[in-house]
Each structure stands twice: as C-alpha cells, then as structure tokens.
C-alpha cells in the first residue's frame, strides 16, 4: 500500500525559507502524480503543489504562485517542496499525497491521495 514519509518542517521567521521533502513507497514505477497540501489550524486540507510522473506540468496553488517550486527525484521515489519568501498564512501542517489516475490540477484541487493514503505530516510555522 501506498506510504508517505514527510520531514523537513520547523518554525521560520517570515521572508524565511524551508525544503520538505517526501519519500514515496508502494506505487510500483513512477508513474503517478504527487502532490504537497496544507492543513491550516481549523481549516480542510487544501492543495498547495503537484506534479506529474516526468517532473513536469506542476500545478500550484495561488498561494504558492511565484514562492514554492515542487520537484521530484524518480531515482529516489522521493518529492521536494522549496518554499521561500514564507508568510504567516503558509503556517500548518504539511502532507505529501499520490494517485495514479487523477490529473496534476485534479489532484491538488480535490486535495487527494491514493486510498485516502497520507503521512504523519510536517509542521511548518511561520512567525516572528
């Protein structure tokens, strides 16, 4: 079954900068789509950041228009979110989700994962 394993969070003052990352097990090959979402306290889980099987055609979130760059590593089953410029709205908890059928921009705006599959998740805070 699909795994997830998120790290890379912490707490960061505004204008800041972090690197999550996502190690990926259970999908045979590469060819899903993966994705990073937030869960702001009080607030559903919302798609931030997909992309497809090759690393190409990200989708991103308004929010992370022009701050966030997802990447994927396929050698190491592995997906990166760089996130600079940060703000205090990006504070939450961060989930790396995957499906193999959904389309990038489906699977960021209907915020799902394979078999409702997610990981423990990483906190960011963003604050002064």
């Known amino acids: 079954h699909l795994q997830l394993v998120e790290s890379g969070g912490g707490t960061v003052q505004p204008g800041g900068s972090l690197r999550l990352s996502c190690e990926v097990s259970?999908?045979?090959?590469?060819?899903?789509?993966i994705g990073w979402f937030r869960q702001a306290p009080g607030k559903e889980r919302e798609g931030v950041a997909c992309?497809?099987?090759?690393?190409?055609?990200?989708y991103y979130a308004d929010s992370a228009k022009g701050r966030f760059t997802i990447s994927r590593d396929n050698a190491k089953n592995t997906v990166y979110l760089q996130m600079n410029s940060l703000k205090a709205e990006d504070t939450g908890i961060y989930y790396c989700?995957?499906?193999?059928?959904?389309?990038?921009?489906?699977?960021?705006?209907?915020?799902?994962?394979?078999?409702?599959?997610w990981g423990q998740g990483t906190q960011v805070t963003v604050s002064s």
């Open positions: 992309i497809g099987s090759s690393g190409g055609g990200a």
């Open positions: 259970g999908f045979t090959g590469n060819y899903y789509g």
């Open positions: 989700g995957a499906d193999r059928q959904l389309t990038v921009q489906a699977l960021c705006q209907m915020a799902h994962s394979y078999d409702n599959s």
